[in-house]
């Protein structure tokens, strides 16, 4: 009854993954819609896509403390229905100010959900004794794509925001909250043999900060991707307007392929194996970017960073959880927070010196940075140390 508990939890919660990674990808694919949609100049276009990761990273913060007293099932089973019908508000409105808002309210809840999301995640690893935190973030990816293809589809048969988002969301939304009746929180799992006495209580910001550095370079790497592969394959590698949306599709897919067979890859060599090739493989991507003489090789070099750094930001949520195993919630929703320093200093970072110096060499400072994560593979474990083996039982629940 217990295992099937948890298998039950574990599906609806990669449903719940899936479905924030369309919700996502139908919102950020169709920026310049919305632009249009409100009237955003652009210069205040950046202060709008600023204050969603802003409120974001505040919600994630107050969420360690709503969780404390509800746990974070009910805080998802909520925050999910709240996320998609923002969505359908911002596709709704027409003046300025309900774009402020609704994107605002967006935000806060998007927030408050990644961090729930991720501390189930986390706990229902802990429970199996084995990875299976890849395989949640394999569905956000899954979910991206499907996201993403909707939202061409949107715009190709020049449909509006608002009859574009709302079958989406009529189909979606009840089947969230269908699936959240299963969600569960793992109770007490083995705790990993690299996890201190210090580390299983409080969260100390010292034991958290090599993990905090890696989520904010992982995003950064991230955020470059999203934002300026169809600007740098079009005005850099001077390829057309059509082939220059296929980078960030072939990253999404790659980044999907390899969450996908990510979780076996930390059972057979450890977590600290597979971050360390994770980073290798992003920062060659990047240099080979960098250097990339035609569009093609952009597109193969854009492809191999999917590779890379599909890992590195579920390893890193996990490691919070090993590294705190006595209070796992509040390193995950504090960890959180750099999910979003990550993605607003990436893109203005790499425009800045692409203007100023040029944009072949703003890829290298996101390679460099990247590569840094190698010196705190450390953090992630040792080799030895992996979820006991991977053939640890599934252990009691508690239902959240």
């Known amino acids: 009854m217990t295992d099937a508990r948890l298998r039950r939890g574990r599906g609806s919660l990669a449903f719940g993954f899936f479905v924030q990674g369309v919700t996502f990808a139908l919102l950020v694919t169709r920026i310049p819609a919305i632009q249009d949609r409100y009237g955003i100049s652009d210069a205040l276009l950046p202060a709008f896509l600023a204050a969603v990761p802003i409120l974001a990273g505040v919600a994630s913060v107050v969420t360690e403390k709503v969780v404390a007293r509800v746990g974070p099932a009910v805080v998802l089973r909520w925050t999910q229905p709240f996320v998609l019908l923002a969505l359908l508000a911002v596709g709704a409105g027409t003046e300025l100010w309900q774009a402020a808002v609704t994107l605002g309210f967006f935000g806060l809840a998007v927030g408050a959900l990644d961090a729930s999301m991720n501390m189930l995640g986390v706990s229902l690893q802990r429970a199996y ?11 956000y ?65 010292t034991l958290l900060l090599p993990l905090c550095l890696v989520m904010t370079f992982a995003y950064i790497g991230d955020s470059t991707v999203a934002n300026w592969s169809a600007k740098y394959l079009q005005d850099v590698l001077h390829s057309s307007e059509e082939l220059a949306t296929v980078p960030y599709n072939a990253y999404m897919v790659t980044t999907l392929l390899g969450r996908a067979v990510g979780d076996f890859g930390v059972r057979r060599f450890g977590a600290a194996a597979v971050v360390r090739g994770g980073a290798v493989l992003a920062a060659l991507g990047f240099g080979l970017v960098a250097a990339a003489p035609g569009a093609w090789a952009g597109i193969a070099a854009f492809t191999l960073l999917g590779l890379g750094l599909s890992v590195l930001v579920p390893q890193t949520f996990a490691a919070a959880g090993r590294l705190f195993p006595g209070n796992s919630d509040a390193a995950v929703a504090r960890l959180n927070v750099f999910n979003y320093v990550g993605f607003l200093i990436g893109s203005p970072l790499v425009g800045a010196l692409g203007d100023a110096w040029s944009y072949r060499g703003a890829m290298l400072v996101p390679m460099v940075l990247v590569l840094v994560t190698v010196v705190y593979a450390t953090s992630f474990g040792s080799r030895g140390a992996r979820y006991g083996g991977g053939h640890e039982r599934p252990r009691t629940v508690d239902v959240g």
């Open 141 to 205: 990816s899954l979910g991206g794509i499907v996201g993403a293809s909707l939202a061409w589809a949107g715009a190709h048969w020049h449909l509006s925001l608002f009859t574009s988002y709302l079958p989406v969301v009529a189909a979606l939304l009840p089947l969230a909250l269908v699936g959240s009746r299963w969600y569960v929180a793992g109770g007490d799992g083995p705790v990993p043999e690299e996890s201190t006495e210090k580390g299983s209580g409080a969260v100390a910001f």
């Open 129 to 139: 004794g084995r990875s299976i935190m890849l395989g949640f973030h394999a569905s």
